[in-house]
């Protein structure tokens, strides 16, 4: 009856709108967890003692066809679970050489306990004796588990009491015993699975825990009917308790309150500069041998058991009832298939042939990893940023299915980014203070030689100038910074305007820069000693991260003109800026001298003087993005500002500023 | 329990081999000779104290060729033979099929490689088939050597040896006491674990022939025929090496955890691997065979039983479950415990 009162208290919810929905989650994990891979719960330490607190209980997992199973299962004791039901039990990471002591209470109605498959000398207090190990009694008892963990490595813990029903229910969970730093030495942003010829990519260990159910026995147990052991047949099929396409959710999605733990495998292919493999732990925890099948590559396999084993490469292996395997996973990008510099030697089919199982699917529209392509209208795609997705599942196919419908159960996708993060170029350019000398935002594309060229705003003096005079009017103020104190040029002379910004009757200091006062004709033409102009990026998701902007670009003698006459001394000034919308909002990012703007932060250091050879510089904003990126009219717009200036004696002449390259990279959700 | 068994098995093999006049060793020049005398005939097996079932199974005769003087077990008895450090060694079963009529056998090795010959006998008959093992030390991956091998009948589409008709046989190097000539498969207890479940509505049919196997559904889950609390342990001190040799005789890919120690997986079916490796839940496949040596940690045990060995599959239940919780609630199935 609770289980009907929750599922119709969402439904509620979902008809109330789905910002219902986004809450923080109500999940047993620790603060700042990760949304993807493995989440340890962390414990206690004292010295080199590693404390959990467990309580058997039980609760409610959902499946993605709407049902919602009694589980049994470990939860965390501790805060801030405090006891919040879960499946698979908490992950527990400790460090080779502690002593590890794991107190169970017990609520279940009948006698439960713990056995840590693969530990040796693991002792038990309190309790009553039990047929494999000590038991906590039912409904309140408790006993303590004590041992050394001695090896590094993946293992399985479970029940050891009635296990033919409790360890159907639900009772396991992975333990994890990590390298001490004897075993592996350190190094930054790695670490070891066992000693140092296993070390990965710390940010990239992933656990997948394979289990199965059959909602039969579930329910039986729930209502207290019989059941016919000898006939079960499991119909869910789980990696870390959640069925596909669950599995693909985050970890802590408010949407599986019981069942916190994502499966989506997620990696970047490896590059001179991202050398680590990804490390996959997997345990079986349920009683069915399960060929696990990876896409995309060969796993190596180097252990079993918590043991370093022979390496051999996988495409698919049966991972036994409780055993434990762990793989490392290279993706080497060996093709390079580039649209513009090695496309596919066979023409892609059309879009408009394509059909998607629901209208739905994870391809980007085109083949290519990081770009994203045309798909039929009505197609929903789940891509990013030309992201590749590969199924991981079992290939015992009657596994690869919840209650019999396809796809599901027991799979997960690899996601393979594009390197060094989801990359967008510029869909469009805007300039604020300029006009354009030639080239689209298309030529920042690539960086191929092809520019982008802005020329040096300009207007006209109606009347003749005076050498003396400090007040004039111009033509047109539009292009022109609406505040702060600029340089213009007239002829050989440098002025600076000091006052009437944003007005055509400008308050002007007279030979400026080393240039000497002059009169003027009329009819002279101003020209601004600066350049402004932004590039657009559209379609960032919410949740971008860890934005990078790199551009590539220079600045030339010449307004006219196809070639780039050399501009080698007094150099122009580069200051690349980044929209912030909390800032001003759209306004505060509409014209060169905005509020909105902010200055990329080092390294490189800036402004930077760029000549007429190409600079092309990296800045990264490290966290959130979500100052960048727009919301409403603007969603998922990111602007990058170039501002030029040339405000230094001697004598500055106007100046062309020329983009190769602009793209951003980011960590997409 | 099981002790007991083996050393049955041995002394019944002892005699025969005596009655028949067939020892180890003979002229330098020649080949040693053994001769197995059995019989493939129906019985009783009491899977536990309280079940017991109708089989089909291999017994020793005490008069050879004289199938009244044999009783079938289950598993079949265990066949040892040691090969000689100089010479090659021809075995040789005599197989006498004690079948109800009109079901013929079959004598199989896996791995085992016959010399030419008749392989079945219909019901009534003798059949003679031999092998010839290298001396041992011999070539790695040499046939017919040092090993763990399954043997059994393949008769009746398979049904014969789910009736019962099968047995371990281990094949010994020349020096005592180890799995297989390197020194690293040295042992101090050996423990042969014949795997292997009975639907006892199928044994319990007048006919396994007419058995529509459709419904067979194993309900007893068996280690050298007895299902927990009947199996026996295995004995063992701190710092002793186990040798399990684990021939699964059964229909199932089984995986046997061991709590409280890692296993070293040495050999598989009667091979040594080029990589030894460490395990607590390997699967053995049905109708393989794999060998591992784990050591007796010191310290305690996780249970005052010992160090649970159990079928993690979880068949730890005993007959038909009609219950709300597994029968029986205290254990049973494919467990036993090495305890000291």
């Known amino acids: ?669 | 329990m099981r002790a007991i068994t083996v050393t049955t098995g041995r002394v019944l093999l002892l005699l025969a081999m005596i009655a028949s006049g067939l020892m180890f060793g003979g002229s330098a020049a020649s080949a040693a000779t053994v001769s197995i005398n059995l019989c493939a005939l129906p019985g009783m097996a009491p899977l536990t104290g309280a079940v017991t079932v109708p089989i089909w199974g291999f017994g020793i005769p005490t008069t050879p060729g004289d199938c009244s003087t044999a009783t079938a077990s289950l598993p079949g008895p265990q066949l040892d033979v040691t090969l000689s450090a100089t010479e090659t060694t021809t075995v040789t079963f005599n197989v006498i099929n004690a079948l109800p009529a009109g079901h013929s056998i079959t004598f199989e090795i896996p791995g085992v490689t016959f010399d030419a010959g008749p392989a079945d006998v219909d019901s009534g008959g003798t059949l003679s088939r031999s092998f010839t093992a290298p001396a041992s030390p011999s070539a790695p991956g040499a046939a017919n050597a040092a090993g763990t091998y399954l043997y059994g009948s393949g008769g009746d589409g398979g049904r014969q040896q789910a009736m019962g008709l099968y047995g371990a046989l281990i094949v010994r190097p020349s020096t005592a006491n180890q799995a297989y000539e390197p020194a690293e498969t040295a042992y101090d207890v050996e423990a042969p674990l014949v795997l292997s479940a009975v639907d006892p509505a199928f044994n319990n049919a007048s006919d396994p022939m007419a058995f529509d196997m459709y419904q067979y559904r194993a309900t007893y889950w068996l280690i050298n025929g007895k299902a927990y609390p009947d199996t026996t342990g295995i004995t063992a001190g701190a710092g002793q090496r186990v040798l399990l040799r684990y021939v699964n005789a059964g229909y199932d890919n089984t995986t046997m955890m061991l709590l409280g120690m890692h296993e070293h997986v040495v050999a598989k079916d009667a091979r040594l691997l080029n990589s030894a490796y460490g395990a607590v839940a390997d699967t053995i496949p049905a109708g393989a065979t794999e060998d591992v040596i784990a050591t007796v940690p010191a310290g305690g045990a996780p249970s005052d039983n010992g160090f649970p060995l159990f079928n993690r599959q979880l068949h730890l239940t005993n007959g038909g479950q009609t219950g709300q919780s597994p029968s029986p609630l205290t254990g049973g199935g494919m467990l036993t415990f090495i305890h000291p």
């Open chain 1, 1 to 669: 009856m609770a289980r009907r009162l929750r599922r119709l208290g969402l439904a509620l919810a979902l008809a109330a709108g789905s910002a219902v929905l986004t809450p923080g989650h109500a999940d047993a994990l620790p603060a700042g967890f990760p949304k993807v891979g493995m989440v340890c719960t962390p414990g206690s330490v004292a010295g080199s003692t590693h404390t959990f607190n467990l309580t058997a209980n039980t609760g409610y997992a959902d499946t993605p066809d709407g049902n919602s199973i009694f589980m049994w299962s470990y939860a965390n004791h501790d805060a801030p679970d405090n006891d919040h039901f879960q499946t698979p039990g908490p992950v527990l990471c400790v460090t080779e050489g502690e002593t590890v002591v794991v107190n169970l209470t017990n609520t279940l109605p009948e006698p439960a306990s713990i056995v840590f498959p693969g530990q040796a000398g693991v002792t038990a207090s309190g309790g009553s004796a039990g047929l494999l190990t000590a038991e906590a009694p039912a409904s309140g008892g408790t006993i303590s588990y004590s041992f050394t963990a001695g090896n590094p490595g993946t293992y399985l813990y479970q029940s050891g009491s009635d296990q033919a029903k409790q360890v159907e229910m639900g009772l396991y969970g992975a333990l994890v015993v990590r390298p001490n730093a004897t075993t592996c030495p350190a190094v930054a942003g790695t670490s070891c699975a066992y000693g140092a010829g296993t070390r990965y990519d710390s940010g990239r260990e992933y656990l997948l825990l394979l289990s199965e159910i059959d909602p039969v026995l579930h329910h039986a147990v729930e209502t207290g009917r019989t059941y016919d052991l000898n006939a079960r047949r499991s119909r869910y099929f789980t990696v870390n308790g959640r069925e596909f396409p669950d599995t693909i959710q985050d970890n802590g999605t408010a949407l599986q309150p019981n069942q916190p733990y994502g499966a989506l495998v997620r990696l970047q292919p490896n590059t001179a500069t991202n050398t680590q493999p990804a490390l996959i732990r997997m345990v079986n925890a349920g009683l069915l041998n399960h060929p696990f099948h990876p896409h995309g590559n060969h796993t190596t396999e180097i252990a079993q058991d918590g043991r370093v084993v022979a390496r051999t490469e996988h495409f698919a292996e049966t991972i036994g009832s409780g055993q434990t395997l762990d793989y490392l996973i290279r993706w080497d990008d060996t093709d390079q298939w580039s649209p513009a510099s090695n496309p596919l030697p066979v023409a892609q089919p059309n879009y408009r042939n394509l059909t998607f199982k629901d209208g739905n699917t994870f391809y980007s529209g085109s083949p290519y990893l990081g770009y994203k392509g045309t798909l039929p209208t009505g197609t929903v795609s789940q891509n990013v940023c030309g992201e590749w997705y590969f199924p991981w599942h079992s290939h015992a196919l009657n596994e690869f299915s919840n209650f019999d419908e396809g796809f599901g159960g027991m799979a997960t996708l690899l996601r393979v980014d594009p390197p060094g993060g989801c990359f967008g170029s510029a869909t469009a350019t805007a300039i604020i203070g300029g006009t354009l000398k030639g080239g689209t935002f298309a030529a920042l594309a690539a960086d191929d030689g092809t520019y982008y060229q802005v020329n040096p705003k300009t207007t006209t003096r109606p009347t003749a100038t005076t050498a003396g005079q400090t007040t004039i009017t111009v033509a047109s103020a539009a292009g022109f910074p609406t505040s702060g104190n600029y340089y213009i040029r007239i002829d050989n002379e440098v002025l600076q305007v000091t006052g009437g910004q944003g007005t055509t009757t400008w308050t002007v200091s007279r030979g400026q820069l080393g240039t000497t006062a002059a009169a003027h004709t009329s009819g002279a033409v101003i020209t601004a000693l600066a350049n402004d102009w932004y590039a657009t990026f559209t379609g960032l998701p919410a949740g971008a991260a860890n934005l990078k902007v790199t551009y590539k670009g220079k600045n030339c003698q010449n307004t006219t003109g196809t070639t780039c006459a050399a501009l080698t001394s007094n150099l122009p000034q580069q200051r690349v800026q980044i929209c912030d919308w909390t800032i001003a909002g759209a306004a505060g990012c509409s014209s060169a001298t905005s509020a909105g703007w902010v200055t990329l932060p080092p390294p490189p250091s800036q402004p930077q003087g760029v000549g007429s050879t190409d600079v092309s510089s990296t800045w990264t904003l490290p966290g959130s993005g979500s100052a960048y990126v727009g919301t409403g009219t603007y969603k998922g717009q990111v602007r990058v500002l170039v501002h030029t200036q040339r405000w230094t004696a001697p004598s500055p002449t106007a100046f062309s500023t020329w983009g190769d390259l602009m793209k951003i990279v980011y960590d997409a959700p």
